[in-house]
């Protein structure tokens, strides 16, 4: 039964922007991240090198949404280590309120302004690349929810051994913006050294920087399903495990 | 009132660890339907451990607890349609807005969100709708705790350590609204460290102490039966009254001061004796006082003792 999980979702929603901060960095760092480094790599010489071009064309967008995804999730983590530490999450479990609707709110809303920097991207892009692309727009939205969705499982579990709401952001980022590193997403996995490989292959991140890369370069979702079933692992695995360690206060 | 009170909640043989630790240990009381009941001691001595197994909340180690006929951690959904629950140390969302949190507390329990708004007038926190928790002041926090509390028109409130952190004038009116909860005939259950409040708002207390209870019953007669220590303080010219004051029947000293007299004795009848010894040899009084035990020397008296065992 999910009964308040409109109303709550809503009124988290409000609560998420009447913090400036927290609404800026979410909803416009990413996009102003995309822009700088777009325009710089683009048109800082009269025409873009090869490697340039082959970035902007796809390793731009996918390293953007990845942002998104992690920003999502660090601030995720964030808000629910302030919730625990101020009692707001014992004080909202002792009504009707079920546990998962309490946190699947959250979810809901950190997918929901996913979505919505996604969206602004998308209309920044179209400053970036002004002959416009032949992008799946609405399949790679879906790539970066589902993206989303199973890192802020993981989200979870750091949400539950991290006991303090000081600590919780930085771990967050230390833990999530390094996959990026080991994700394929700049150096190719292929060219790693067979232990980073290794490495490689055990983060979520590098399944969601294949996934997001592929559709967005028009691969169908069939060519993608190992990503998806490993990503699907990590979501079941994380929700099941946080499930059994989360701590509500 | 009927003569026989019905219980609202049983708690037997209770004990509760964490780790190595044991919070609360062969935990029993009963609260009566209609009263308000208060578990007082120090921090630390196993109040909230004790609130939040009966709020279900918490799953006792060994004990039975019955809460309106329910078990509380079998059945903490359905038992929380019937409760009202206040937590110690607990807060909302920094921004969110007042009347924003009635009116999801309503939605939560099935009712109009007009009975929301109108619990925020009686709680006399209709100007501050529109503000957001943070802004809130300790008291108006604690006014919107008890509104959030009271929004399923509850049978069985619970308050734990309410008033703390609230200055005196606060303190009062938050105990008029508690009165207020039973007047309309709801069991308050509250927890306090102040040993005033406990005395001032409560109808039957039970005293726990490293995590047990010590004693329960109403706070008159826990003084009556703990502390039968009479004082009197009183100021007479009369040379021959020191020694007439000696004489009285369970009289323990008589300590004198210029005219000043500080006489100590037990039991009920000490005070009446007294005024008929200075009746019956016209002893002429300048001033009178008695000074009677609380709570809180209930409350010394007995952890005393427990820390000389």
Redesign the interface.
């Known amino acids: 039964m999910l009964r308040g999980l409109w109303q709550l979702t809503w009124l988290e929603i409000k609560i998420f922007l009447r913090e400036p901060l927290g609404a800026i960095g979410t909803l416009l760092m990413p996009v102003a991240v995309f822009l700088v480094v777009g325009r710089a790599m683009g048109r800082g010489t009269g025409t873009p090198s090869a490697g340039a071009t082959a970035f902007l064309q796809s390793g731009l967008p996918v390293m953007a949404s990845v942002f998104i995804s992690i920003s999502a999730v660090v601030s995720l983590v964030t808000i629910v280590s302030i919730y625990r530490e101020g009692g707001i999450l014992k004080r909202l479990r002792a009504t009707p309120l079920r546990p998962y609707t309490i946190l699947s709110a959250h979810v809901l809303v950190k997918l929901l302004f996913t979505a919505i920097t996604l969206s602004l991207l998308m209309l920044a892009g179209r400053r970036l690349y002004p002959a416009g692309l032949d992008v799946p727009v609405f399949s790679f939205a879906m790539a970066v929810l589902i993206s989303t969705l199973s890192i802020l499982s993981i989200g979870f579990v750091i949400a539950s051994l991290v006991r303090t709401a000081r600590f919780a952001q930085p771990v967050g980022a230390l833990i999530f913006y390094p996959m990026i590193g080991f994700s394929g997403l700049f150096v190719p996995i292929e060219s790693m050294p067979p232990s980073l490989q290794v490495v490689a292959h055990l983060l979520p991140m590098t399944y969601i920087v294949s996934l997001l890369r592929g559709i967005w370069s028009g691969a169908p979702w069939s060519a993608h399903l190992g990503d998806l079933a490993a990503l699907a692992v990590v979501s079941m695995v994380c929700a099941a495990l946080s499930a059994k360690v989360f701590k509500w206060e | 009132m009927s003569r026989d009170p019905q219980t609202a909640v049983r708690v037997a043989g209770v004990r509760k660890t964490y780790g190595r630790t044991v919070a609360v240990d062969e935990v029993s009381f009963e609260v009566f339907e209609g009263e308000i009941f208060g578990l007082i001691g120090p921090n630390g001595a196993g109040k909230t451990t004790t609130l939040e197994c009966v709020?279900g909340?918490r799953k006792p180690d060994r004990g039975t607890i019955s809460v309106l006929g329910l078990d509380p951690f079998r059945d903490v959904?359905r038992l929380?349609?019937r409760i009202g629950?206040q937590?110690q140390?607990?807060?909302?969302?920094?921004?969110?807005k007042v009347w924003?949190a009635a009116?999801?507390?309503a939605?939560?329990?099935r009712k109009p969100a007009s009975d929301a708004d109108r619990l925020l007038d009686q709680l006399g926190l209709a100007d501050k709708r529109h503000a957001?928790f943070m802004t809130l002041s300790g008291g108006q926090q604690q006014r919107l705790f008890i509104a959030l509390a009271l929004i399923n028109d509850p049978e069985l409130v619970f308050l734990d350590e309410l008033t703390t952190g609230l200055d005196p004038q606060a303190r009062r009116a938050i105990w008029e609204l508690v009165r207020g909860i039973r007047a309309r005939g709801k069991t308050v259950f509250m927890t306090t460290h102040l040993m005033e409040e406990a005395e001032r708002l409560c109808d039957r207390v039970a005293i726990i102490e490293h995590g047990r209870i010590i004693d329960v019953d109403s706070p008159q007669r826990l003084v009556d039966r703990h502390c039968p220590e009479r004082t009197v303080v009183l100021v007479t010219d009369d040379p021959l009254a020191e020694e007439r004051f000696h004489t009285l029947p369970r009289v323990d000293e008589v300590i004198r001061v210029d005219t000043r007299f500080t006489i100590r004795g037990r039991g009920d009848d000490f005070v009446t004796a007294l005024i008929q010894c200075l009746a019956e040899h016209q002893v002429r009084v300048r001033d009178f006082r008695t000074e009677l035990p609380s709570l809180e020397d209930v409350f010394l008296k007995l952890t005393g003792h427990s820390i000389r065992d």
Do not use: T
């Not at chain 2, 140390?89 to 969110?96: F, N």
């Open positions: 709020e909340l959904y929380q349609e629950v937590l140390q607990a807060h909302l969302q920094k921004r969110i924003e009116h999801l507390w939605s939560l329990y957001w």
